[in-house]
T-cell receptor, first 108, second 115 residues
Framework: AQRVTQPEKLLSVFKGAPVELKCNYSYSGSPELFWYVQYSRQRLQLLLRHISRESIKGFTADLNKGETSFHLKKPFAQEEDSAMYYC??????????FGKGTKLTVNP | EPEVTQTPSHQVTQMGQEVILRCVPISNHLYFYWYRQILGQKVEFLVS????????KSEIFDDQFSVERPDGSNFTLKIRSTKLEDSAMYFC?????????????FGSGTQLSVL
């Protein structure tokens, strides 16, 4: 079975502080992993994907197969980072399996 | 950037009624999807559609659901006889290529309320 767990429903940090949004997955094969973000009153949009090993808006995420994790990190949070963040997995089929999401609030 | 467009943004219907949710995917995209999110729960896959046929569907996508690409631009989700538990935000998405590490473009969603 494919499953994505985001243990934190809410995460609140101050501007300039580091932020880490946790994501753990369950899948027996080689997963494709993604972070999607939904800003207030906007649509879901791709933030980054593990295959690209890219940094978008200062965010990075490393796939750790040993720990089955794909945590999202940013060293210095900005107020505009406040949003809903969803970790998602694709495992050998077309569907994306999403976590429940973490609502990040960056306080001034 | 091009966008996936969904209409209406809100739909209210009576239980047992048929509803059609409409989507206009990005024009050169070939793969189309419906997802839904019941309030407070995960975004869930419903169905994928390619080359005028369903390529994958979830267990949620039962006989009450159907999809169609009637005219080469619209992509619709029909719920034949709505139930209270069909109340959710429904998202359409599209991608240009087969979704292996491919970015999905999501619409802004249709909030369906079944009374």
């Amino acid at each position: 079975a494919q499953r994505v767990t985001q243990p934190e429903k809410l995460l609140s940090v101050f501007k300039g502080a580091p932020v880490e949004l946790k994501c753990n997955y369950s899948y027996s094969g080689s997963p494709e992993l993604f972070w999607y973000v939904q800003y207030s009153r906007q649509r879901l949009q791709l933030l980054l994907r593990h295959i690209s090993r890219e940094s978008i808006k200062g965010f990075t995420a490393d796939l750790n197969k040993g720990e089955t994790s794909f945590h999202l990190k940013k060293p210095f949070a900005q107020e505009e980072d406040s949003a809903m963040y969803y970790c998602a997995l694709r495992g050998g089929s077309e569907k994306l399996v999403f976590g429940k999401g973490t609502k990040l609030t960056v306080n001034p | 950037e091009p966008e996936v467009t969904q209409t209406p943004s809100h739909q209210v219907t009576q239980m047992g009624q048929e509803v059609i949710l409409r989507c206009v995917p990005i024009s050169n995209h070939l793969y189309f999807y419906w997802y839904r999110q019941i309030l407070g729960q995960k975004v869930e896959f419903l169905v994928s559609f390619y080359n005028n046929e369903i390529s994958e569907k979830s267990e949620i996508f039962d006989d009450q659901f159907s999809v169609e690409r009637p005219d080469g631009s619209n992509f619709t989700l029909k719920i034949r006889s709505t139930k209270l538990e069909d109340s959710a935000m429904y998202f359409c998405a599209s991608s240009y290529t087969r979704p292996t590490n491919e970015k999905l473009f999501f619409g802004s969603g249709t909030q369906l309320s079944v009374l």
